[in-house]
């Protein structure tokens, strides 16, 4: 039996006589760093549950045939996963096949026609796609008056990671990855980020992120009180001990459960009693990727353009961002314009 170190599911179903493809496999292994970590995470888990699938039902994962495929996304359906999760896993189904040098089975007619069958059954049966609760302009500067007088070193991190994830719309995970020596001043002293890469953009320019003059003032606040403005190669956002001091850390970044645990703490301080209305089984209260979704509904309300908002948050696709800001003025659509103003 080969041996694909942390492949597991796809070296327990290629025979002994599929060399190349364990080959391929063990090469794309190696090369995992051309991939986000959340990428890999997904592509395992998928291959987890597609292999314990093909096994109990008698089927072969790798290479997988397109009817098996098909019955395979029709069994997620009936379990009752989401279409885009369904969607997910014929995509890197699709890469997994494609890295291990085999025709991916998605190309198929009969995978094509039982995705769209899952899409329209999910639409028609209600389904919508989950969004963050927004964490809006004004929601940061309630916020900023509550904590900004705070002595509590937790709620100075806090106050300033909020600050900083909604002026530069960065995802968790690469708010997460900042470091002291990542930034730098204007002359009138506002901050600049150089972020060294994003899920979008990997190029050894990077991307530079300036703060507002608030937000510049709270970073520096926190980072002054923690004493990390003398540790270069520190992470911006580290943990906070129990006695009021920071940790200095340079090895391993705060983690996503920790940052979300901030949002957390941000609902309970600033929103109103009553839970926010369930979201998918999800969205309770603010979580990580709020700030990206109200900082993109704010300029959209404020009349900026999807282009400027999609560079803003180093998104490709104007499609994802006008999901997040599809309410925004829909009142005052064309139709609608026409209508009211007709004479």
């Known amino acids: 039996m080969n041996h694909l170190p942390e492949f597991s599911p796809a070296a327990a179903l290629i025979s002994n006589g599929d060399d190349d ?23 395992l888990s998928v291959m987890r549950v597609g292999s314990r ?39 890197l189904i699709s890469m997994l096949h494609r890295n291990a040098g085999l ?33 809006r302009l004004r929601d940061l500067l309630l916020l900023d008056a509550r904590w900004s007088a705070s002595d509590r070193l937790q709620q100075q991190r806090d106050l300033a990671f909020l600050h900083v994830a909604y002026a530069t719309l960065l995802r968790i995970s690469e708010l ?9 001043r204007t002359p009138d002293g506002r901050i600049v980020l150089d972020v060294a890469w994003t899920k979008t953009i990997v190029m050894t320019g990077g991307l530079i992120k300036a703060l507002g003059d608030l937000s510049s003032a709270r970073l520096t606040e926190w980072l002054t009180a923690s004493g990390l403005i003398h540790e270069p190669d520190a992470f911006i956002f580290t943990p906070v001990h129990r006695s009021n001091r920071a940790r200095v850390v340079t090895d391993k970044a705060l983690s ?50 999807t282009a400027q908002i999609m560079q803003e948050g180093t998104w490709k696709k104007p499609e994802t961002v006008m999901r997040y800001i599809r309410h925004v003025d829909a009142h005052a659509g064309a139709m609608v314009d026409l209508m009211d103003n007709h004479k």
């Open 21 to 43: 493809i364990a080959a391929r496999l063990r090469e794309f292994v190696q090369d995992r760093e051309a991939f986000s970590d959340n990428t890999w995470r997904q592509l």
């Open 103 to 135: 025709v991916p089975p998605n190309v198929s007619p009969l995978v094509f026609r039982a995705v769209k069958r899952i899409n329209r059954s999910a639409v028609i049966a209600g389904e919508r796609a989950g969004q963050a609760i927004p964490f």
């Open 256 to 305: 996503t459960r920790a940052l979300e645990d901030i949002f957390t703490r941000a609902w309970q301080e600033a929103s109103p009693p009553s839970p926010a209305r369930l979201n998918k089984n999800r969205y309770r209260s603010w979580s990580g990727h709020s700030a990206r979704v109200g900082a993109a509904i704010d300029m959209a309300s404020s009349k900026y353009s």
């Open 176 to 184: 997460s990855r900042l470091r002291v020596r990542d930034i730098s």
């Open 53 to 91: 699938w093909a096994a109990e039902h008698g089927r072969r994962f790798l290479p997988m045939e397109p009817a098996d495929l098909r019955d395979y996304l029709l069994w997620l359906q009936a379990a009752g996963r989401a279409s885009s999760t369904i969607s997910t896993h014929a995509a």
